[in-house]
């Protein structure tokens, strides 16, 4: 499965990233790579438990960023 991590400025300065496949995965940091870190972090711990809790299946999963200059 495909995981988009998404991430944009708001109008106060922080940035905010979010997994939208996973509901509830966000995070707010100070610069869009650190908003992007802590995003990354939630959804494998939401991933890994929902692994342990038998709510999920094994599967491949990869992370597609997208590119800033």
């Not at 509830?24 to 692994?51: P, T, W």
Request: a negative charge.
């Amino acid at each position: 499965m495909n995981f988009t991590l998404e991430c944009e400025q708001e109008v106060d300065g922080r940035w905010i990233a979010e997994v939208p496949e996973l509901p509830g995965v966000l995070s707010y940091g100070d610069s869009a790579m650190d908003a992007m870190s802590k995003a990354e972090i939630l959804a494998l711990r939401v991933i890994a438990d929902r692994l342990e809790n038998g709510e999920s299946e094994p599967l491949n999963i990869s992370f597609s960023l997208p590119v800033t200059a």
